[in-house]
Nanobody
Framework: QVQLVESGGGLVQAGGSLRLSCAAS????????MGWFRQAPGKEREFVAS????????DYADSVKGRFTISRDNAKNTVYLQMNNLKPEDTAVYYC?????????????????WGQGTQVTVSS
C-alpha cells in the first residue's frame, strides 16, 4: 500500500510557474513508477507525465512537452512536477499516481495508487 499526498497547487497568472509535490508513504517508493494526471471540470482525467522508478526515463503528454518537467527524489519519497509557462487550459485538479507494472505509462488504469489531488488555476 502506498499513500500519496499532493501539494503546491494554487492560483497563478498565465505565463507563471508552479511546482507540485507528491509525498509517498507506506511502502518502498523506489519500487513504483510515478505519474501525474489532471482533470478539468466536465472532462476526463488525462495523462500529464510519467517517470520510471530510477528517474532515468520520463514521458510527457504533447500538450505539456517543453513546459512541464517531472522528477523524483527517492531519498525523500517525493515526486515533483515543475510547471512553467502555464496557460489557462492547464487549469485542473492535478493527481499523482503510482504503479509497479511498468517503466513509464500514460494509461490511467495501470496505476494502482492515487492521491486526492491539488487544484491548479491559471488566470488569463
Amino acid at each position: 500500500q502506498v499513500q500519496l499526498v499532493e501539494s503546491g497547487g494554487g492560483l497563478v497568472q498565465a505565463g507563471g510557474s508552479l511546482r507540485l509535490s507528491c509525498a509517498a508513504s507506506g511502502s518502498t517508493f523506489s519500487n513504483y513508477a510515478m505519474g501525474w494526471f489532471r482533470q478539468a471540470p466536465g472532462k476526463e482525467r488525462e495523462f500529464v507525465a510519467s517517470i520510471s522508478r530510477s528517474g532515468v526515463s520520463a514521458d510527457y503528454a504533447d500538450s505539456v512537452k517543453g513546459r512541464f518537467t517531472i522528477s523524483r527524489d527517492n531519498a525523500k519519497n517525493t515526486v515533483y512536477l515543475q510547471m512553467n509557462n502555464l496557460k489557462p487550459e492547464d487549469t485542473a485538479v492535478y493527481y499523482c499516481a503510482g504503479g509497479r507494472a511498468f517503466s513509464t505509462a500514460a494509461t490511467r488504469v495501470l496505476y494502482n495508487y492515487w492521491g486526492q489531488g491539488t487544484q491548479v488555476t491559471v488566470s488569463s
